[in-house]
């Protein structure tokens, strides 16, 4: 491996620089591949240092070290090295998620891997190996809520390519998502520690941006619910009102929800019985209800571009300004009936209200 220009590269013997990347013709899992490729690293600079220098990355360029006009290498790749048997037994396994489970997915939801190699490094006395994979960019910019929505929904197609693939990340973070120049997105870093295989996801619809949120005992796949959660993909299913989660099919009748503070039925939200008090008298328990739904509906109508609730929030402010004006008369019972069971009270499909269990 040639090192001009670089900072930091990694004293190891020749046998491990500019090497062939499948040399073993053992069942080594990692080593393994269809078609050896002999290839060499350039210009390798040092960029992060992790578990107290066991393991450093470079970034530097590939080239193919018998045919240095190959067109098959892209120009950039990661060195990952890691030193001591620990470390290597760690970044071992890291090269087999690659070589087997995630070989179908290479270059498209994770890396290409062009190699794991190992030797002994002359200056420290200590194994050597490194993990040669395809320069993927850098982390994404920012967190995950504030993605844009088409952001969001390439990074969650990324983890449910894993899930299919049987593997589940454990780490899903920032710094192990990355994006490349033409905005493809990759996933890195599949340590032992976390990452697991053999998973059978059981979800039982893939994710998209701006759905109305399920519960995780009807998702049945933990992982991405939370990580959909995290990121803030789906629309709430839940409206909170007096301190009490409803669920939105329930809360969107303004009357309803507010007969609830009135009658103080909390068990309707959470499951626990109440004082036998009003929580507040009848123009506040309305003028609240309309309150949350008319927040919701301009919320997330505005952040998912939802024109149905867009819309809603343009009739619920008529609506309260027609119970307003009827409260003003004295005829609140009135503009009670013409607001139950509005256009509103339906907004949420029949389908997903049975789906998590409010059918009752």
């Not at 620990?86 to 179908?104: D, H, R, T």
């Not at 503070?261 to 626990?272: H, N, V």
């Not at 609506?319 to 949420?348: D, F």
Request: hydrophobic content about 35%.
């Amino acid at each position: 491996m040639s090192d001009s220009g670089a900072q930091g590269t990694p004293s190891v013997p020749d046998n491990v620089t500019d090497a062939e990347a499948s040399t073993n013709e053992s069942d080594n899992a990692v080593a393994q591949q269809d078609n050896p490729i002999y290839f060499a690293l350039e210009h390798c600079a040092l960029f992060d240092t992790r578990h107290a220098g066991e393991v450093q990355l470079f970034r530097g360029r590939l080239a193919n070290s018998l045919v240095p006009q190959d067109e098959r290498f892209p120009h950039n790749a990661i060195y990952k090295v890691a030193y001591g048997l620990e470390a290597i037994k760690v970044l071992y396994a890291e090269g087999s998620f690659y070589m087997n489970q995630l070989k179908p997915l290479q270059g498209d939801a994770v890396p290409r891997c062009f190699g794991f190699l190992a030797g002994d490094d002359f200056v420290s006395r200590k194994s050597v190996a490194c993990l040669v994979l395809e320069d993927c960019g850098k982390p994404v910019d920012g967190v995950f809520r504030n993605q844009t929505h088409e952001m969001k929904q390439k990074i969650m197609n990324a983890v449910v390519k894993l899930h299919d693939a049987g593997i589940t990340h454990g780490n899903l973070e920032e710094d192990n998502v990355l994006e490349d120049e033409h905005g493809r997105i990759s996933i890195i870093d599949f340590d032992i520690e976390w990452a697991k295989v053999g998973h059978q996801c059981h979800r039982t619809r893939n994710p998209v941006v701006g759905e109305l949120a399920c519960y995780p005992q009807s998702f049945y796949c933990d992982e991405i619910w939370n990580f959909c959660e995290r990121m803030g993909l789906w629309k709430p299913n839940q409206i909170e009102y007096y301190g009490t989660y409803y669920n939105i099919k329930l809360a969107s009748d303004v009357f309803k929800l507010a007969s609830f503070a009135l009658e103080d039925q909390g068990d309707c939200g959470d499951g626990y019985g109440g004082s036998g008090e009003p929580w507040c008298s009848e123009e506040e328990a309305i003028r609240e209800a309309f309150r949350v739904n008319i927040d919701y509906a301009k919320e997330y109508g505005d952040e998912f571009h939802d024109a149905e609730l867009i819309v809603r929030h343009e009739t619920l402010l008529k609506e309260l300004a027609e119970w307003e004006e009827s409260v003003k008369k004295g005829q609140a019972a009135g503009a009670r009936s013409s607001v139950t069971g509005g256009p509103h009270s339906n907004m949420i499909e029949e389908s997903v209200w049975e789906e998590d269990g409010w059918n009752q």
